[in-house]
């Protein structure tokens, strides 16, 4: 048996697919024939363009036109006479293999993006680099799976799988994913989440003890990965899948329901997204709006920022969908471990304490000005709010609204319209900001506290950093009474107080966060309808009482302890 993090709940078992990066044998030396030789390099080119094509018709159609931009400028690029003509000229000057004229006009190329001035083109290399080994693939006949159209179910192993991957993948036949690197709050772990894939990551070294075709049981709470089991092994995680299926679908019967407590809380159970795509998990689930809609992963795996117009749709279409329920779309939040290529963003010592999100945003106001244009034209077609991450200071906020102000001021000049209705609100996930959250409420619509970052912060302890991992305690009571705070200084300001980070799924703390008084919970889609049940059972009195209990209490285990005691 191995052992990685868990990432995402459920059991998957299949066999595994496991990709491996290959290498690419260039061929050296003279050719026979050099027109059989170009024609190699066309049927290259031609199955590299029919490749391309059907990764953008799928992309386009799955999860919209900004995934799929990626496709056609990679189609683009590849049409470009002026690659295909050097290669051809250099089959025909010395006598090579198409192989090898491909990898040679490709570095050619590269050394000439990369020695540009400017940062967008020096990116261009990275294109290249992927269409000549798409080239060569095909000019070499090497196969690799085209994992949006699986034959077979399978379980993915790989060292890390993209978002954009992920978004490619075919999820009627990817049953669970097992990666090399990454934690519970990497991208793909949230990803995974969000399409409720059970999910294993961190497990080291996967890709040389797994082999494609062994069979795998990956259960995505213990973190456990089990290769070639028995047959009893696989009965018993048979009956275990069967049985968590069921309870989904039980749970499923809650999702016309409301989650109001016995005495009568009502509480607002949100989304967690990170595209379109993910909506229909959403209202599957039977959220009660969105809560957090992180909008840095349409920027990811592109080659430069969406425009003003893609993100407008896309805000558009999340808004519609919700039919007015309340969604809250966070401004981008890059920095820490997502890293845009195209932003200038240099390498720091230090992320997670660095240039990230409205730090970053406040530095380049056009890219941060599209996106907020975009978000209030988007605000007229349903019930928008709007987030700013990882705020510390009162000029943050001050600067930022000045900023939105500067963009509707434009809007109005140019006639277009946008929500008067509109909320503005921050994310509580830096220390300075929850201790100051008494004065920051007077100046914003809501909070949504940040749990994922903030016990980072509260704690020191880097959420990515494994060896230090036991450290990252949402128990931990300095944490728990920095949101105590956090909650109290909404409530006596009257404004919101939601929670977006990971902790708002803990069902071990549920009671906890609802008895000192949070009353927005964002999570994933796929945690709603459990949460909604652990609700409905329980009542804001004892909840309370509860919650005021552990607040005297002095460490994580100590709170673990007491709460395991009233199970
Ligand atoms: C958080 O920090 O809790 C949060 C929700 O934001 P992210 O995980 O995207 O940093
Ligand atoms: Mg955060």
Request: with cysteine; proline share 3%.
């Amino acid at each position: 048996m191995l052992i990685g993090k868990s990432a995402s709940f459920g059991i998957g078992i299949a066999r595994a697919l496991v990709l491996k990066s290959m290498e690419l044998q260039i061929e050296s030396g003279q050719c026979h024939d050099q027109a059989s030789e170009v024609e190699r390099f066309y049927k290259g080119l031609r199955s590299s363009e029919s490749e391309l094509s059907h990764l953008f018709d799928k992309t386009l159609k799955d999860m919209g036109a900004e995934k799929a931009q990626i496709f056609e400028a990679h189609l683009l690029m590849l049409q470009d006479p002026e690659f295909r003509d050097n290669v051809v000229s250099e089959i025909q000057s010395k006598s090579c293999f198409s192989s090898f004229a491909v990898d040679v006009v490709s570095k050619r190329f590269i050394e000439m993006f990369e020695a540009m001035d400017n940062e967008y083109m020096r990116e261009r290399a990275l294109d290249i680099k992927d269409i000549s080994s798409r080239v060569l693939k095909h000019i070499l006949g090497i196969e690799t799976p085209d994992l949006s159209h699986l034959n077979e179910e399978v379980i993915l192993v790989s060292k890390d799988i993209t978002p954009s991957q992920m978004a490619s993948i075919d999820l009627n036949k990817t049953i669970g994913i097992i990666t090399e690197i990454g934690g519970k709050t990497s991208h793909t772990a949230i990803m995974a989440r969000t399409l409720e894939l059970p999910a294993v990551v961190g497990l080291k070294e996967a890709t040389t003890l797994i082999t494609s075709g062994n069979i795998l049981i990956i259960d995505g709470e213990s973190g456990e990965v089990y290769v070639n089991p028995d047959q009893d092994t696989i009965r018993i995680f048979e009956n275990r899948r069967k049985e968590i299926l069921k309870i989904k679908n039980e749970l499923l019967t809650f999702r016309d329901q409301k989650a109001v407590t016995q005495d009568g809380r009502r509480i607002h159970l949100e989304a967690n997204i990170a595209s379109a795509l993910d909506l229909d998990s959403v209202l599957k689930n039977g959220a009660d709006g969105i809560g957090l809609f992180r909008t840095e992963f349409i920027f990811m795996d592109r080659n430069k920022a969406p425009s003003e117009e893609e993100q407008f749709h896309i805000y558009k279409t999340v808004l519609e969908k919700m039919k007015q329920k309340p969604v809250v779309i966070r401004t981008l939040d890059v920095g820490g471990d997502k890293h845009l290529s195209y932003l200038n963003i240099p390498k720091e010592e230090n992320p997670f304490l660095g240039f990230r999100a409205i730090r970053y945003c406040l530095r380049d106001k056009p890219l941060f000005k599209t996106q907020l244009r975009a978000l209030l034209r988007a605000s007229s077609f349903g019930n928008l709010s709007i987030m700013l991450p990882m705020i510390s200071s009162l000029e943050e906020i001050e600067e930022a609204k000045n900023i939105l102000k500067e963009c509707q001021a434009e809007l109005l000049i140019e006639g277009v319209s946008y929500s008067k209705e509109l909320r503005l609100g921050i994310m509580i996930e830096i220390p300075s900001a929850a201790i100051m959250a008494d004065l920051f409420a007077k100046h914003v619509d809501f909070f949504s506290i940040g749990t994922n970052d903030l016990i980072q912060y509260v704690c020191a302890v880097d959420r990515m950093n494994e060896n230090i991992h036991s450290l990252y305690d949402p128990f931990h009571p300095g944490v728990l009474r920095l949101i105590e705070q956090v909650i109290k200084a909404g409530e006596s300001n009257q404004i919101e107080v939601a929670m977006c980070g990971e902790m708002a799924a803990n069902k071990s703390l549920t009671e906890i966060l609802l008895g000192m008084g949070l009353t927005h919970f964002s999570m994933a889609p796929g945690s709603i309808p459990k949460t909604k049940k652990i609700i409905q059972e329980m009542t804001f009195k004892m909840a309370s009482d509860r919650s005021k209990k552990v607040l005297t209490l002095a460490s994580g285990s100590i709170i673990k302890d007491y709460l395991n005691s009233l199970k």
